[in-house]
Nanobody, 118 residues
Framework: QVQLVESGGGLVQAGGSLRLSCAASGRTFSSYGMGWFRQAPGKEREFVAA????????NYADSVKGRFTISRDNSMNLLYLQMNSLKADDTAVYYC???????????WGQGTQVTVSS
């Protein structure tokens, strides 16, 4: 069973930075894509960033390009989201996700709250 545990959320002022981490366990993730989604109050969950675990290719939502960086540590099964130049609109619960390419099985973490004060 895949387990994803996020950490690193918190309260930060606009313009500040945070780094989210996601500890992944229960599988070998070489055939997975990993990513981050977020959900603000009253809004749909939306895509933030993704990474191909095996080769590190990345993809970002337009709203975070140039400000957020997704990365992974293969040896430790850790996924990161470095968030810089944070804005009030980035306030949301951030979820780590893993998706197996062949079966499309998708797993979610419990989420971590990020609050950006303006």
């Amino acid at each position: 069973q895949v387990q994803l545990v996020e950490s690193g959320g918190g309260l930060v002022q606009a313009g500040g930075s945070l780094r989210l981490s996601c500890a992944a366990s229960g599988r070998t993730f070489s055939s997975y894509g990993m990513g981050w989604f977020r959900q603000a109050p009253g809004k749909e969950r939306e895509f933030v960033a993704a990474i191909v675990w095996s080769d590190g290719r990345t993809n970002y939502a337009d709203s975070v390009k140039g400000r957020f960086t997704i990365s992974r540590d293969n040896s430790m099964n850790l996924l990161y989201l470095q968030m810089n130049s944070l804005k009030a609109d980035d306030t949301a619960v951030y979820y780590c996700t893993a998706r197996q390419y062949l079966t499309s099985s998708t797993y979610w973490g419990q989420g971590t709250q990020v609050t950006v004060s303006s």
